[in-house]
C-alpha cells in the first residue's frame, strides 16, 4: 500500500492523487494545496507535477548559486556580469526543467502505448465475446422458438388424449352396456343347496312355485347352474335365460314381494335353512362395479345400492333422487360432489 510522502497517510480507494517527476513520490492534492480542477488541467494537458520540496530545493540551488558568485565578484565590478550569470544559470534550470519534462514524457509515451495495446487486447477479446455471445443468443432464440413448438404440439396431443380417453370411455360404457343387454331377459338365483335328484330347470320350477309364478320349458331359453367357487356353501348360481322378457320381469317382481324366500321354502328340509336371492344377471363388468359401489356406499354413508334391469342405482337417503352408476367416473363425480375420498375399484 503506497502513502503520501507529505502527511504520510494511505491513499483511499479511487482518490486523486498526484506523483512528483523529480522525486517520484505521490501526495494527496489538499497535502501540495491543489484543486481538483488543477489536477485535472495538468492531466488533460500532460503538464508534469514537481511536489513543493522538490520545487523548494530547485530554488534555493539557483538561489546559493546566484549568491556564491555575487561574493566571488568585486564590488565595484560591471554590473552586467551578474545578470549574464543570473541568464546563464536559468538557462541551465530550464534545460534541466525540459529534460526531465522530455524523459517524463518518454516514459509517459510508454506508458500510453503500453496502455493502447492493453486496450487493443481487450477490445479484441471483447470482440470475440460478442461473437460467442450472439451466437448463443441466436442458439437459445432458436431452441426457444422449438421449445415453443414443442409446447404447442404437446398441448395440441394432450387435447387430443384427452379427446381420445373420453371417447374410449364412452366406447367402453357403451360395450359394457350393449353386454348387458343381452342379459336383459336373465336372471341369477343363489342359495339354492345341492340336489342330486333335481336338475337347474326343476329348481327354478320349484322357485316358481313358492314365488306363484307358473314356470314352463316354453319359458325358458336357457338354465343352467355354475360351478360353485370354493368359499360358497351352496351348489352354485342357477342362470336362467327368459324367452321374454315380460315373463323374467313378472319373475322378479314375484320375487321382491316374496322378501324371506329361503331353502324350507323350496322343500329342503335336512341341513340349515338357507336365504334365496333372486338377481338380474349382470356381466363381469358390471358385478365389479356393483362391488365398487356397495364399499362406497359403505365407506361413505348412503344407504341404498340397487339393481333395476342391468343398471346400478346409488341413492344416500329416501327422498333423493337414484344416482345411475356406470362406471368408475361416476362414482368419482358422486365422491367430488359430496366432499368424499376418491372411490376405489373393487380388486377382481
Known sequence: MSFCASCLKGFANNVYRVKCLACTNEFHLQCQGLKKEDYLFMKDNRKPFTCS???KTRRGSISSQESSEGRNSPTTGDTSSTDNVSTAQLLQAINGLRAEVKSANVKYDKYVNTLREELKDIKAHLNSYSDLITKNSEGIDKLATELT???NLYDSVNLRFSALETRIIELEGQTQDNEQALLVNCIEINGIPSS???NALDLVKLVGTALNVDISEQNIN?????RPNAASLDGGAIFVSFLRKIDKDNFMRASRRTRNLTSRDLGFQTGNASKIFIN????????????STKIFK???????VWINNGNILLKKEESDQPLLIKSMHDLQKVAS?????????CPT
Request: with cysteine.
Open 53 to 55: 520540496n522538490c520545487t
Open 149 to 151: 413448438s414443442l409446447t
Open 196 to 198: 342330486e335328484n333335481k
Open 222 to 226: 336357457n338354465c343352467f347352474r355354475r
Open 280 to 291: 338380474h344377471s349382470l356381466t363381469f363388468a358390471k358385478r365389479k362395479l356393483l362391488n
Open 298 to 304: 359403505r365407506e361413505n354413508n348412503f344407504k341404498f
Open 337 to 345: 360432489k359430496n366432499g368424499a375420498p376418491s372411490a376405489t375399484s
